[in-house]
């Protein structure tokens, strides 16, 4: 039974910072690489991160670069997505997903059928 659950979604105030959190169980995490995608209301979903499971090598959109940072810890079946310097249009639903690729291939960012499980997802709103 493979689950993604994502958590540390909130308010913040444009400047702030969050880090969201996706816990995965039912398969061996560090066997595989795991996308951040958000999606907010009325548009479709778009990549945000990718982090491969062989060094952790790590990919982002161009709207976050400088600003978003992804990890993982295989430790704990996580991974994480920290984010700072957070702007109004930040504001959407993040999940994490996985297409059962031991790397980030190169349409990461926008073949989202290709990802076979993701997460329900967890709100963050960047407001005043």
């Known amino acids: 039974q493979v689950q993604f659950v994502e958590s540390g979604g909130g308010l913040v105030q444009p400047g702030g910072s969050l880090r969201l959190s996706c816990v995965v169980s039912?398969?061996?995490?560090?066997?595989?690489?795991i996308g951040w995608f958000r999606q907010a209301p009325g548009k479709e979903r778009e990549g945000v991160s990718c982090?491969?499971?062989?060094?952790?090598?790590?990919y982002y959109a161009d709207s976050v670069k400088g600003r978003f940072t992804i990890s993982r810890d295989n430790h704990k079946n996580t991974v994480y997505l920290e984010m700072s310097s957070l702007k109004p249009e930040d504001t959407a639903v993040y999940y994490c997903?996985?297409?059962?690729?031991?790397?980030?291939?190169?349409?990461?960012?926008?073949?989202?059928?290709?990802?076979?499980?993701w997460g329900q997802g967890t709100q963050v709103t960047v407001s005043s």
């Open positions: 982090i491969s499971s062989r060094h952790g090598s790590t």
């Open positions: 997903a996985t297409a059962l690729l031991t790397t980030c291939a190169t349409d990461w960012d926008t073949d989202v059928d290709e990802y076979d499980y």
């Open positions: 039912g398969f061996t995490l560090d066997y595989y690489a």
